[in-house]
């Protein structure tokens, strides 16, 4: 249930976004196309797995002792995350993955649990991933 919160709170935030700020994301999605369905459902799963062990499991805890505040320690990571996606998904698309990170980084301060923003986060990225072959297929 908390995951399908996430999903939809990100929806919901991303919305307003118009077409030119995804653009950067639809550009490089392309590259995605050529490669088989279990390399695409891999890739989302890792990277969902590993992205939020790393950014907001952690490197909250570590620089929340760092930093000894927690809202410092997790926008730093949020930058971090935002800034480290943007050589392969390029700027233009920087807002969106702020927006959908700052959900999950919100998500894992509330309920202090990995386990929904990695659900989340694979799951955005396998539909994100997979959604070209899906619509081709109906």
Known sequence: ?????????????LAPL???AMTG????KETFTVLPTWLKLFTALTAGIAEEWLYRGYAITRLSWVTGNRTAAAAISLAIFTVGHVPFWR????IAILIAALVLTLVYLWTRDL???VVAHVAVDALSLLGPDLIDRI
């Open 115 to 117: 386990v929904p923003v």
């Open 18 to 20: 118009d077409s030119d």
């Open 1 to 13: 249930a908390t995951a399908a919160a996430i999903l939809l709170s990100m929806q919901l935030a």
């Open 91 to 94: 700027m233009e698309a920087a």
């Open 25 to 28: 994301m639809a550009r490089d």
